[in-house]
């Protein structure tokens, strides 16, 4: 080979290395020069999420609605399960929303590395597109949702007073807190797949410790800073509030968001450092 051809062959390598360590290696600026990749993954997902279903998008209301009828019937009729002063299904649902969205993009999202094995190996791109597209795709599903809660406030005679403006805040913090999630789980996924299995009751246990079937008030006020260390306790009760008028959540909205973020800043380093080795182990 000439000089000249091993010139322009080098020319066309490119040396992806890391840039120092903890956040100066995060580059998130790459992120959002390939913020139309996001959009095409997003959208790929949502086309596969319905492909040759018979009800379509009908399953984002299906889902919360026939939940919200087990637990109105269980919780709110035979258990005598409190609600805050609102209709126990209104109640249900309006908490049934945000976490459904949440457990769809966590459950997606901790696959989400392992099921892009064909694009990881043979294209680079930041590999961080992956889990945030998994986080953005059932926004989708949570905007349906969402047009059902506005028919339930309806039906209810429920008008949503100023705390309504709320709603596009406490829906980012939903999404980062899915974002952040996802990032640990689809790491830790990729090295040791037992993690995949673990991921459903993880989010069964997990719903359970979240106020979408009981309020926050139940718990005793000087345990609601260490309850609102669940960081979808701060999501679920905020979008009560903002939406059907339940209590405001006070601390505990402050010690969710305080836990988010520590999970997306070490969520975002944990996934940085492993990411070289994604295309080796899957």
Known sequence: MSADARAAAADLVVDIEAQGDGLRRLNLREVWVYRELLYFLAWRDVKVRYKQTVLGAAWAILQPVMTMGIFALFLGKLARVPSDGLPYPLFSFAGLVPWTYFATAVTGGSLSIVGSQQLISKVYF????????????????????MGTLMVLLWWYHVVPGAAIVWVPLLVLLALATAFAVSLWLSTLTVTYRDVRHIVPFFMQFWMFATPVAYPASLVPAQWRVLYGLNPMAGVVEGFRWALVGGPAPGPIILASTAVVAVLLVTGLVFFRRAEGTFADLI
């Open 126 to 145: 930041p590999r961080l597109l992956i889990p945030l597209a998994a986080a953005v795709t059932p926004l989708v599903d949570f905007a349906i949702s």
